[in-house]
C-alpha cells in the first residue's frame, strides 16, 4: 500500500511527465504546420483589406511552401466571416484576417453569433488605418471649426455620410456631434465608396472615411481634409491636424488583424505571429502599403486583446449616449 508520501510522489511526477508529454506533442505539431493549405478568411468585400491580406497571404505561401488561400465572405458588417472563424477547428488552418469592425462595433450592435473575446484569439495586427474628415470643396468648409461653426448656425441641416449605422464613420461623426455640441444628420450608405460618391456630388456635407479612399480626390482638389482621427498627423496627410487636437479623445483608428478560433494551440500561435512580424518587418512591404494609404502598426496579440476589451466598451458607450440601434 502506498503511503501518503509516496502516493503524492507518484501524482507529482504523472503530473510533470504529461505536462512534459503536452509540451513536446504542441511543439512537434508546430514543427509540423502547416502540411496544407491555409485558408485566410476576409470578411469583407474588396478594399484595403483586401490588399493586406492576399499580400501577407502570397509571403506566407513563399515563405512556407504551402498555399495561402484568401476566401472572401462578406456581409452583415463582417460578422458572416468572423462566425465562419469563430466555429473552425482551431489548428490553424482557418484563420480572419480583419479590420476591427466585427470584432468591436458589430457585437455592441448586432445580436451577433459568436463572443469576440471568447470564440477568437488575437494573433496580432499589421496595419493601422486612420480615417480622415472631408468635405466638398464646393461647400467652402476648410477645417473642422467652420464645420462646427456652420453646423451651429443651421442645426440639423449639415449631413454626414457612413459605409452603415454603426460603421467607423458613423461613430466618428456622432462624436464630433457629441463633443462640439452640433447636430448633424446621419445619412447611412452600404459601403464606404457610395458615402464618399454621395460627397463627390455634394448630397451631403461630410464624410469621415479611409484615408487611402480619399486621398486621390485630396490631391484633384475635389474635397477638403478638415482632421484625420488618429491620434496624431497622418504621415500620408502631414499637415492635416489629427481631430483630438480640438476634442481630446476624438480618436478613431481601423486596426488590420489576424485572429484564429479559440483554443488554437500556443505553439501554433507563436509560429504564426513570427512568421507575420518577419513579414511587417520587410522595407518592401510597407512601402507598399505607405503607397496606398496604409500604415503599418505592429500590436502583438496580448496587447490586441486588451485593446478589443477597451474598445467594446467604447463603443458601448458611445452607443449608448448617441441613440445609435441596429432598427
Known sequence: M?????????????GAATGFALSVGSRALADEYPSRAIHFILPFPAGPTDLVTRLYAQRISQDWHEPAVVDARPGATGSI??????????????????VDLPITMAPNLLKVPYDPQRDLIPIAAVMEANNVLVTNAATGIKTLAELIAAAKAKPGALTFASAGIGSPAHFCSEMINHQAGI??????????????????????????????????????????????????PSPQLPGVPPLSAAYPGLVITNWFGVLA??????????????ELKKIYDDPEVKQKLLSVGLEPNWIPGSELSQKIAADLKKWHDLMALAGIHAG
Open 261 to 274: 478560433p479559440a483554443h488554437t494551440p500556443d505553439a501554433i500561435r507563436d509560429k504564426l505571429a513570427i
Open 81 to 98: 466571416g468572423a462566425q465562419a472563424v469563430a466555429q473552425a477547428k482551431p489548428d490553424g488552418y482557418t484563420l480572419l484576417f480583419t
Open 2 to 14: 502506498l503511503t501518503k508520501r509516496a502516493f503524492l510522489s507518484t501524482v507529482a511526477t504523472a
Open 183 to 232: 447636430t448633424m444628420t446621419h445619412v447611412p450608405y452600404k459601403a464606404a465608396a457610395a458615402a464618399m460618391n454621395a460627397v463627390l456630388a455634394g448630397t451631403v456635407t461630410a464624410f469621415c472615411g479611409p484615408i487611402a479612399q480619399a486621398l486621390p480626390f485630396l490631391k484633384s482638389g475635389q474635397v477638403y481634409a478638415l482632421g484625420v482621427s488618429g491620434s496624431k
